[in-house]
């Protein structure tokens, strides 16, 4: 069994990396108590909150933290009509964080998520290995045989070709999680006290043309790199599935990264996932998905974006229009997803227009 580390005021206090160029974007319900746990990592920074649910409820954050807020009415006035895009009822409102956010990195963690720890019994700064995973290029288009070539006591193995070994900049980094599995509703269902003990000490890029679940409760990004296309989608009120908020932005996100010759990490950090949500209240989210993804897969896998893509929004539109023509024939559902994923360009545009204009990102190495 593993415990979370529970005694943080002790640890190591580095000089804290990237603080004035990432944003911590927490989306919640509740007070967040567990930021005190986070105290000696997190305080440095500035938090943005996306508050969830009910607009009136007072949200409690503990003294010292540089933070910003911002509830259901704040989305409606900022983005005005635009704001239908942004998922109610949801985690997928984190996104609205991304959006609103002027720093190059983000960093978006769920509030039951806790400190872990190492093997050794020390407890782990997972924003400190994330930050090192963005800033190390990753190997999209060969797999090196001990994992991430650019970590201390690794390299590149025998064989690998060394016009490849510079890499692609990084614009995703995926971390894990200890105890509570992120699980969907039926495998909860048959195994409902398995948890994950398993601490396994190593970063790998996911190689090109290769999809995979992300998971948005420890995530960090390259907003600059990427931002426009982590849309988490329309889950919650209102719509027909739920729980498929992060991997719809994750099966974007990798098509548009391997298309524009981008890397993507997973692995290490850790965190300490404490709570398993309802399986029977997943399950009335998720069924629908279940089906779904079976074509859903296939769609990503078969999607192929122009030369003329060549930056993330021109991307992100011509993939919605691939979600009209082809999933618009699974479910009506996805006609309305496919006028959301424009809504979010428009308003990103708006809310970012420097970076509208000026963000053009060079193909990498085929």
């Known amino acids: ?167 692609v900049p990084t614009a995703v980094s995926h971390g894990l999680w200890l105890n509570i599995p992120d699980y969907d509703a039926p495998t909860q269902l048959v195994k409902p006290l398995e948890r994950n003990t398993r601490y396994v000490d190593a970063v790998l890029t996911i190689p090109k043309g290769t999809l995979f679940p992300m998971c948005g409760m420890n995530l960090c990004f390259d907003r600059e790199l990427i931002g426009p296309a982590m849309y988490f989608g329309l889950m919650g009120d209102g719509q027909p599935i739920g729980r498929y908020d992060d991997m719809w932005a994750g099966w974007c996100t990798k098509v548009i990264c391997d298309h524009l010759g981008l890397g993507v990490k997973t692995g290490l950090p850790y965190i300490y996932h404490s709570k398993a949500s309802n399986p029977f209240v997943n399950l009335k989210k998720e069924y629908k998905g279940i089906f779904w993804q079976e074509e859903i897969i296939p769609f990503f896998q078969a999607a192929s974006l122009s030369k003329e893509c060549t930056t993330v929004q021109k991307c992100y539109i011509e993939l919605s229009k691939q979600v009209k023509e082809k999933l618009g024939k699974v479910d009506p559902y996805f006609d309305k997803l496919a006028d959301a994923m424009v809504t979010w360009i428009e308003a990103w545009d708006e809310l970012n227009p420097s970076a509208a204009s000026s963000a053009k990102v060079t193909n990498g190495k085929a």
Request: glycine fraction near 6%; charged fraction near 25%.
């Open 1 to 167: 069994m593993v415990e979370p580390a529970t005694d943080t005021k002790t640890a190591t206090k580095l000089v804290p990396l990237l603080k004035d160029e990432l944003d911590i974007v927490i989306p919640t319900i509740r007070n967040l108590d567990f930021l005190e746990m986070w105290r000696p990592f997190f305080e440095p920074y500035h938090l943005i909150i996306v508050q969830d649910g009910d607009p009136s409820k007072t949200i409690r954050v503990p003294d010292g933290f540089d933070y910003e807020l911002y509830n259901r009415n704040d989305i409606n006035k900022i983005l005005g009509p635009k704001a239908s895009c942004i998922s109610f009822k949801d985690s997928a409102c984190r996104c609205f964080g991304y959006m609103v956010s002027k720093k190059k990195y983000i960093f978006t963690i769920d509030d039951d998520c806790f400190v872990a720890k190492d093997p050794s019994g020390k407890a782990i700064n997972a924003l400190e290995q994330h930050i090192k995973n963005i800033l190390s290029p990753s190997t999209p288009f060969f797999f090196n045989t001990l994992y991430d070539p650019y970590r201390g006591g690794a390299d590149f193995v025998r064989g690998y070709p060394f016009s490849l070994r510079e890499g």
